[in-house]
């Protein structure tokens, strides 16, 4: 079985809502830094010392413990194959995975010539920590956990993490907290990681800070532990863009309150609508929705896209069938997005 | 032994001749590009359909061979990740590095699991293909082979490069032209590709087109060769500046060809400076020069330095002893650094 990153469509015009972007944007603060950009900064290689700076600032840890990566994709890489080179005599190492989940855990595994052993989610997409465990072998060199999940917004439980961490001890536990701005729970700054030095917490300034297209994420984690996987990474992998911008936006907090906040009032207009239509859905801490249409997911996600309404189709997701997730951000854009639900479904208004 | 890549001091003030960029900076038409991204531009996933065809029609062949990379470095690694997964029993797989050599093979291989194996250049820098040869065994996965040589300059001859490829036909040979422009010599476009399609060329725009802040790389061969490095590659890696930066560079030919002019004219003016002083040197293909300064090497670097002129210590590479690397790009920058470097040997003018 080979596992591949399925690249979605995305269209310019319309509303991107498949994607978990900020479909607002960037904030107009990181334009403006950009726009002082000269010809040097573009032909020049680029330093990261106020990124890393901003950033270790941001999240509060120490300069050391962070790596800037192109994305957090390429920290996903990163750790992939730092985790799963060599092999235990004919056997490859192995990565597990917690299904549904973001592709790139199994693309980069996979990539990287390990194998990928995949644990599905409880009932209603609950967290299954003793699952977990159960498929951690000697050869396990990598868990992937996300909190919250993406495409559940489902959280998991701190204890559950940290019982994961603690049992496997000779892997990597990349806690993938792509979305942890809009749950508001994170596990960095958390005494447990003294104890536990193998997890790794993954962030990107691709979601909540609207930076996806500079391409910016960070991992965070013990010297040890991050040591591979900074011999993995690029010397020059961040742009020089995206080097000026992090700190650019990371000034603009105003800008990051009133997303979270979109994003918040977004989610509720969302749940109302389904409820009101009986589409069951899950609650969710990020900036997106799941919710199943269960035959009518096909006509939604097409109908939708009919009227310049982009979905994610997650139906061939394990657990996800006849699901669609729907990104919940800008409140005019998700006030468009239900209205073109609603046609789809009832007909013209 | 462990190989990392030794990231050197790059002050922004001074002249920065010691990182083989276009001191000059990038052309003015691509700042005029990126000035017109827009908040959104920096908030979507870039897409990627101008650039790819930018750059298979600026290089002359179909966009299914062109693989972007955020940077050479990312072709690299991913070259280095694709070939060395897996191993012949317990023996790692290996890569041939022909050395002196860009520190980034040694660097992106040995991250990879893979063993290096080095085969030092012949007398006074040549290209010894018959040794390459030799150091091709049943574990050997990537070559990598660099035209020009960086840091001597030096030019791989053609049929060399052609007979490794065939010798090892089971590897994926890497052929960096990142120097191709100045020495305006390429494989791209060579019939022998059809029958060598295990012969993978990257290429920068780094260098002569002064794009290195903006990380644009491509690789480009055979659907077959390629599709193992495409799965290493995230999905969105180039960033969306350097997506929108390609096609403007590319259009801008005449500033190309003008800094194209400015490195031959660089050359010869260090040549000739070089001569008169005495140093022994290698003509290049490159856009730098490396000269032998031998026991005045030290005094050199530290003199420039202290003068604003920075140059690149490459004493320690193989075969390099009292070797400094002298970027030529710009005239007048070649006028400041042959200054800085009489007046450091032969005291104040």
Redesign the interface.
């Known amino acids: 079985m080979s596992y591949?990153?399925e690249?979605v469509a995305?269209p310019?015009s319309g509303l991107?809502l498949h994607?978990n972007?900020?479909?607002?944007?960037?904030?107009?603060r990181?334009?403006a830094a950009?726009?002082t950009?000269?010809?040097?900064?573009?032909?020049?290689?680029?330093?990261y010392t106020d990124a890393i700076e901003a950033c270790a600032g941001w999240l509060g840890v120490a300069h050391d413990r962070v790596l800037l990566t192109?994305?957090l994709?390429?920290g996903?890489?990163a750790a992939s194959?730092?985790a799963?080179?060599?092999?235990e005599?004919?056997r490859r190492y192995e990565a597990v995975v917690v299904v549904p989940a973001f592709d790139?855990y199994a693309?980069?595994v996979?990539?990287?010539?390990g194998r990928v052993v995949e644990v599905p989610l409880g009932p209603d997409f609950s967290f299954d920590g003793d699952a977990v465990m159960a498929a951690v072998t000697s050869r396990t060199r990598l868990v992937f956990l996300t909190n919250p999940n993406n495409p559940t917004g489902q959280a998991i439980r701190r204890d559950a993490i940290l019982a994961i961490a603690d049992h496997a001890s000779h892997a990597i536990v990349f806690l993938d907290e792509a979305y942890a701005d809009f749950a508001g729970d994170t596990l960095i700054g958390d005494a447990a990681l003294d104890r536990l030095p193998n997890i790794i917490v993954g962030r990107t300034f691709?979601k909540a800070w609207?930076?996806?297209?500079?391409?910016v994420g960070a991992l965070i984690g013990s010297t040890e532990t991050m040591a591979?996987l900074r011999?993995?990474v690029?010397?020059?992998?961040i742009?020089?863009?995206?080097a000026r911008?992090l700190p650019a936006a990371l000034d603009d907090r105003d800008y990051y309150d009133w997303y979270l906040d979109q994003v918040r009032t977004s989610k509720g207009l969302l749940y109302d609508a389904l409820r009101k239509l009986s589409i069951p859905f899950w609650q969710s801490g990020g900036n997106f929705v799941l919710a199943r249409f269960g035959s009518d997911a096909a006509r939604v996600l097409e109908g939708a896209a009919a009227r310049q309404v982009f979905l994610r189709d997650r139906s061939r997701d394990p657990g996800c069938e006849g699901c669609v997730r729907i990104g919940a951000g800008v409140i005019d854009h998700t006030e468009a997005c239900i209205a073109a639900i609603r046609e789809v479904l009832c007909g013209a208004p």
């Open positions: 591949e990153y690249r995305a310019r991107r994607l972007e900020n479909t607002a944007g960037c904030s107009p990181v334009l950009l726009q950009m000269t010809r040097e900064d573009a032909a020049f290689y680029p330093d192109n994305g994709d390429e996903i890489l194959v730092a799963m080179r060599g092999s005599g004919e790139m693309a980069c996979d990539a990287a010539g691709a609207g930076l996806a297209g500079l391409r591979p011999r993995v690029p010397p020059y992998s742009n020089a863009y995206a911008a």
